[in-house]
């Protein structure tokens, strides 16, 4: 009797996790497919349950192994969510550490991130102007400028107005310093460096298919890697144009989502059509 009780116990567990990876399994699937058309709000939904159902969650797919927190990042990047997606991006890779789009969506959120910062932070000509002609000393003006930065360039017309506010050869030097510095750094190092990684690993994960059976059907055209040469030669520019290099790291990630059913769909027709010989 106690036999019995047992394997009705062991069958109802049974049927009840799988019919909740089913459940799980289409969650996934439809946010999936949200993400794909452009409804990142749906995809964000779905994504968030299955991550609250099953955090270890990793996408049936064996070619690029994604994590559920990938998914649930990129629903939260095209949300306008970069704080969100930032963790979600961190805890992806904690899962699979050689998730290339994790990586490179994790560097396209740190540059959105810390462009943002810079917009809202960076002193002004007019900040600078006002705090001097409201009798901040030069050099307190010049210790917060390389504190926050400043996002203008002294021209002549510049240097003219600040030294009328009050700027003396010492701050209007240090101005000077700070924004040469800008320049010739990349201000925004860590995400252009993830998304390097990121495209780096993408590329050579292609390369390695194209020596597999499967190969044949993956990026034929080589259309997905030529635009990621495009995206590493702009960051390895001394000023990389950071929009471009945005558009391009997205084109990748939403290209290669595309090509991992069209390689999947292809190699099912050919798997058919010599079935039929």
Same mark, same amino acid.
């Given at each position: 009797?106690?036999?019995?009780?047992?394997?009705?116990?062991?069958?109802?567990?049974?049927?009840?996790?799988?019919?909740?990876? &089913?459940?799980?399994?289409?969650?996934?699937?439809?946010?999936?497919?949200?993400?794909?058309?452009?409804?990142?709000?749906?995809?964000?939904?779905? /994504?968030?349950? &299955?991550?609250?159902?099953?955090?270890?969650?990793?996408?049936?797919?064996?070619?690029?192994?994604?994590?559920?927190?990938?998914?649930?990042?990129?629903?939260?990047?095209?949300?306008?969510?970069?704080?969100?997606?930032?963790?979600?991006?961190?805890?992806? +890779?904690? =899962?699979?550490?050689?998730?290339?789009?994790?990586?490179?969506? +994790?560097?396209?959120?740190?540059?959105?991130?810390?462009?943002?910062?810079?917009?809202?932070?960076?002193?002004?000509?007019?900040?600078?102007?006002?705090?001097?002609?409201?009798?901040?000393?030069?050099?307190?003006?010049?210790?917060?400028?390389? =504190?926050?930065?400043?996002?203008?360039?002294?021209?002549?017309?510049?240097?003219?107005?600040?030294?009328?506010?009050?700027?003396?050869? /010492?701050?209007?030097?240090?101005?000077?310093?700070?924004?040469?510095?800008?320049?010739?750094?990349?201000?925004?190092?860590?995400?252009?460096?993830?998304?390097?990684?990121?495209?780096?690993?993408?590329?050579?994960?292609?390369?390695?298919?194209?020596?597999?059976?499967?190969?044949?059907?993956?990026?034929?055209?080589?259309?997905?890697?030529? =635009?990621?040469?495009?995206?590493?030669? +702009? +960051?390895?520019?001394?000023?990389?144009?950071?929009?471009?290099?945005?558009?391009?790291?997205?084109?990748?990630?939403?290209?290669?989502?595309?090509?991992?059913?069209?390689?999947?769909?292809?190699?099912?027709?050919?798997?058919?059509? =010599?079935?039929?010989?």
């Amino acid at each position: 009797m106690i036999k019995k009780c047992l394997m009705r116990w062991l069958t109802l567990l049974l049927v009840i996790t799988g019919c909740a990876g &089913v459940e799980v399994g289409g969650d996934f699937s439809s946010g999936r497919r949200a993400l794909m058309t452009g409804d990142a709000a749906t995809a964000l939904s779905y /994504f968030a349950r &299955v991550a609250q159902r099953d955090p270890n969650y990793v996408a049936p797919f064996s070619s690029f192994r994604e994590s559920i927190w990938t998914y649930l990042g990129r629903a939260q990047y095209q949300s306008g969510k970069l704080a969100e997606a930032k963790s979600s991006f961190e805890k992806a +890779l904690s =899962q699979v550490p050689g998730d290339s789009v994790a990586k490179l969506y +994790l560097g396209l959120t740190n540059v959105r991130l810390q462009s943002s910062q810079k917009a809202t932070n960076s002193f002004t000509l007019q900040d600078i102007s006002f705090a001097l002609r409201e009798k901040v000393e030069p050099k307190r003006v010049a210790d917060l400028a390389r =504190q926050r930065g400043v996002d203008f360039d002294l021209t002549t017309e510049s240097e003219s107005q600040l030294r009328k506010a009050g700027a003396d050869d /010492f701050l209007v030097d240090q101005i000077k310093k700070i924004r040469a510095e800008t320049k010739g750094k990349n201000q925004l190092g860590d995400g252009g460096k993830e998304i390097a990684a990121g495209l780096t690993g993408i590329r050579d994960q292609l390369d390695y298919l194209s020596n597999t059976r499967s190969g044949l059907f993956w990026d034929p055209k080589k259309e997905i890697r030529a =635009q990621i040469q495009t995206g590493l030669g +702009l +960051l390895s520019a001394p000023q990389p144009d950071w929009p471009k290099v945005l558009s391009t790291g997205e084109w990748v990630g939403e290209k290669l989502e595309e090509e991992i059913d069209l390689a999947r769909r292809d190699e099912s027709q050919e798997f058919r059509r =010599q079935e039929q010989r």
